[in-house]
């Protein structure tokens, strides 16, 4: 299944290009704009912030995707 580029949740470009190289703005952890917040040990266990960081490198990876 293909994952979608998340839309921005504000005023800003999801990337940018320039000199051959993508820069990435504002990588999250949402989901169908639900995204997972805290400090894993304090407000997260481990296999949430597993998720949170399993789910930023999928849109991260969906907006390099867009970009070129």
Excluded: W
């Excluded at 320039?18 to 703005?25: N, P, R, Y």
């Amino acid at each position: 299944m293909e994952h979608k580029a998340p839309n921005p949740v504000g005023l800003y470009e999801s990337f940018a290009i320039g000199a051959g190289l993508v820069a990435a703005s504002a990588i999250s952890s949402a989901e169908n704009g639900k995204p997972i917040t805290g400090k894993v040990g304090r407000d997260l266990d481990l296999a949430a912030g597993q998720c949170a960081a399993e789910r930023a490198a999928r849109n991260l990876l969906a907006v390099l995707k867009s970009a070129v």
